[in-house]
């Protein structure tokens, strides 16, 4: 516990003894504080006009009326000081909030930057299919012109293709029965090649009068009708 002093001040031209547990330099400020607002009173014509009893009155309101207004001062720095620190903790609670705001949004930024690489995966992968398939197209464009003599040109490029289009391609076109007849006929070509001379002479000059007749006929109809 602090040790209780006692010193000597002087008031309103008096010396007066004062004591307690505050420091002399503090008990000093009181005394000078006191004697600034006597002076101040005695300013004033009714202050000095006044009995001692009616001044000392007078300077007790002051005291007091100062000491309320100091108090009501105080209280109401200290209520701006609670709301300031409100304020201060909301925003804390807010700067924590937003925080955790940033850290999901970086993460669904890092999720969005990763969709959008196996995006750009995809991409590339369409594309390389797209030049394929464009390659693919050109193909059968050129191979379509063959098969305006041959529809086994076809072959090659048709079994690059998976085996529903192989399919769809084929019956579109008859690719297979193509095949069929062009190897039937490859067979009869064969066996024509291997019959003498003499007979597909035979043969030809058969044919050639067989046509003759049906052409004279075909004529002798035609005539007949124009006579009707």
């Known amino acids: 516990m602090a040790e209780k002093r006692v010193i000597k001040v002087l008031i309103a031209g008096k010396v007066m003894t004062m004591s307690g547990y505050e420091s002399e330099e503090y008990m000093q400020k009181v005394a000078a504080y006191i004697n600034s607002k006597i002076e101040e009173y005695e300013k004033t014509d009714a202050f000095r006009h006044a009995s001692s009893d009616i001044r000392h009155r007078m300077l007790e309101l002051n005291f007091a009326d100062s000491y309320f207004k100091e108090k009501e001062h105080s209280e109401d720095l200290e209520q701006r000081l609670k709301d300031k620190i409100n304020e201060l903790d909301e925003m804390k609670h807010n700067y924590v909030n937003s925080q955790v705001m940033v850290d999901d949004q970086r993460k669904d930024v890092g999720s969005l930057e990763a969709k959008l690489r196996e995006s750009e995966k995809n991409i590339t992968r369409l594309q390389t299919t797209l030049q394929e398939r464009e390659k693919t ?53 064969k066996d024509v090649n291997k019959e003498d001379p003499a007979e597909i002479q035979k043969k030809q000059e058969e044919t050639a009068l067989r046509l003759a007749k049906q052409s004279e006929a075909f004529r002798n109809n035609r005539n007949g009708k124009r006579r009707r």
Not at 158 to 180: A, F, H, M, W
């Open 137 to 189: 197209i050109a193909d059968l464009q050129a191979a379509l012109k063959e098969a305006g003599r041959d529809p086994r040109t076809l072959e090659p490029v048709i079994r690059k293709e998976p085996e529903y289009v192989q399919t769809s391609i084929e019956d579109l076109l008859g690719v297979n029965k193509n095949d069929d007849k062009n190897d039937d006929k490859a067979d009869q070509e």
